[in-house]
C-alpha cells in the first residue's frame, strides 16, 4: 500500500474559516497546490509490535455495510471479534476517501469546490489488543464510535481494533459531517446512531444485548447526549463539553491542556475541570486518574464518572485535538492538505491543531497510553454489569 494516512478535523476549520477570507478567492489553483507536498509516513504498529502479536486479522474482522435512514444509505464499519458472524462484507484495508471540494461546496463556499478529493487504502493498525486481559465482554456486547466534525469512522481504528480483539463488537457509522461525504440528506446523528443499533441488534438475534458509546470531538457529545441505555458506558475524548446528570451510565472524560479546543472553549467560560468539580458536588462519584495508566487499572471499583486531564506542567504528554485520532488517517489528511498549510497560515487561520501535530506527531504516544485506558473503561464496565 502507499503510506497514506489521516486527519480530519483541521480540514474542517480550514474551510470553516477560509469562507471568511475574501481575498483567497481571488488566489489562482496553482498558488495553492504549489507548495510542497509533505511526504506521509507508513504507520507503525508499535503496541502490537512490542508485544510480538499477530496480525489483527488473526483475532478480529473488519467489514463494512450500510443502514438505511429515511431512505439515505449511510456507510458503517464493523469491528468483531474473529469467531463471531460478520455484518455486511468483509475487507482488510480502510478504503478512506476525502472529498474536499464538496465539502466546501456544503459549507457554501462553492468556488473551492475545485479542491481535490482522494481515495486512500488504509492497512489494518494491526491492534490485537492485551493477551493477558481477562475478556470480560459477552458474546454480543457492542459499542458505537461517533466520529467528530469533519472526522471518519476510522478516525480511531486503532481503539476499535483493540476494542474488537478484547471482545466487543464496533460500530462506527459516517455520521453527517463526515469529511468523505458520501451521501446527501438531512438526516441526524441521532437517527443514524439509533438505526446502526438496530443493525447490531438484528445481526446478533434482537436488541436486549449491552451497548456502551464513545466519541472524539463532536462525536463525544452525541457519545454522552444519545437517549438509550449504554450500561458498557460512555465516552467521550477531546470533547469540552458533557453532562455527568445526562443518565446513569458510567462516564470517562479525556482532555488536555494541549487541545485547541479545550483552551478555545476555555477562553469560552467552559471548563472540563469546572465540570468535574460541579459534578462532585452534586453528589456523582468522581475520579480524576492521577495518570492515563491508573485510569480503571487492574482490580479497581467502577465509577460513575472518570477522567483523565492532561494538565500542562504536570502531564509528561499533553496530547492536541489531533493527537487524540490514529496516525493512519493523520497522515492521510496531512498528505492531501499539507500543501494548504503555507496558505492557510498566511491568512491566520485557525486550524485547531492540525498544524500543531504535523510538528509534534503525538498521535503515537497518545495512543500508546489513551487505547489501554479505554479499552479498560469498558472492560470494567463489562465485568460490573455481569456482577448486576
Avoid: K
Avoid at 186 to 209: K, M
Avoid at 361 to 380: D, N, Y
Amino acid at each position: 500500500h502507499t503510506h497514506n494516512h489521516t486527519m480530519q478535523r483541521p480540514g474542517a476549520w480550514l474551510l470553516l474559516t477560509v469562507s471568511g477570507a475574501s481575498g483567497l478567492a481571488r488566489l489562482p489553483r496553482r498558488a495553492v497546490l504549489s507548495a510542497p507536498m509533505l511526504a506521509a509516513q507508513s504507520p507503525a504498529c508499535s503496541a502490537a509490535a512490542a508485544a510480538g502479536a499477530a496480525p489483527a486479522a488473526a483475532r478480529i474482522r473488519l467489514s463494512t455495510t450500510i443502514v438505511h435512514v429515511q431512505g439515505v444509505a449511510v456507510p458503517v464499519a464493523v469491528w468483531a471479534p474473529a469467531s463471531s458472524r460478520p455484518i455486511g462484507r468483509l475487507t482488510e484495508t480502510y478504503t478512506y476517501t476525502v472529498d474536499v471540494g464538496r465539502i466546501a461546496s456544503r459549507l457554501g463556499v462553492g468556488w473551492l469546490s475545485w479542491l481535490p478529493q482522494r481515495n486512500f487504502e488504509l492497512p489494518s493498525a494491526g491492534v490485537t489488543g492485551d493477551r493477558a486481559a481477562p475478556n470480560t465482554a459477552r458474546p454480543g456486547d457492542a459499542l458505537i464510535f461517533a466520529h467528530g466534525f469533519l472526522g471518519s469512522p476510522f478516525d480511531m481504528a486503532h481503539i476499535c481494533e483493540a476494542l474488537a480483539a478484547a471482545g466487543f463488537v464496533v460500530a462506527a457509522p459516517e455520521l453527517p459531517e463526515s469529511l468523505s461525504a458520501s451521501y446527501n440528506g438531512i438526516i441526524s446523528r441521532g437517527e443514524i446512531v439509533s438505526e446502526t443499533r438496530a443493525l447490531v441488534d438484528a445481526a446478533r438475534a434482537g436488541p436486549g444485548g449491552r451497548w456502551g458509546i464513545f466519541g472524539h470531538s463532536f462525536g463525544g457529545g452525541t457519545a454522552l447526549r444519545q437517549p438509550g441505555d449504554y450500561s458498557l458506558g460512555r465516552a467521550a475524548i477531546g470533547s469540552s463539553l458533557f453532562i455527568p446528570a445526562h443518565n446513569r451510565d458510567p462516564l470517562f472524560v479525556v482532555a488536555s491542556d494541549g487541545d485547541g479546543c479545550t483552551r478555545m472553549m476555555r477562553e469560552r467560560g467552559v471548563s472540563v475541570a469546572g465540570q468535574l468539580a460541579d459534578a462532585a458536588a452534586a453528589g456523582v462519584p468522581t475520579t480524576i486518574f492521577s495518570t492515563a495508566d491508573a485510569a480503571y487499572a487492574s482490580g479497581a471499583t467502577p465509577t460513575a464518572l472518570g477522567a483523565i486531564l492532561y494538565l500542562e506542567g504536570e502531564a509528561d504528554l499533553l496530547p492536541n485535538h489531533i493527537s487524540f485520532l490514529w496516525r493512519g488517517t493523520n497522515e492521510a489528511m496531512f498528505e492531501l492538505l499539507a500543501p494548504l498549510l503555507p496558505l492557510a497560515r498566511a491568512l491566520n487561520l485557525f486550524l485547531l491543531d492540525f498544524d500543531v501535530e504535523i510538528e509534534s506527531r503525538l498521535a503515537e504516544p497518545t495512543a500508546a497510553q489513551l487505547m489501554p485506558a479505554v479499552c479498560r473503561f469498558f472492560e470494567t464496565n463489562a465485568a460490573a454489569a455481569g456482577r448486576d
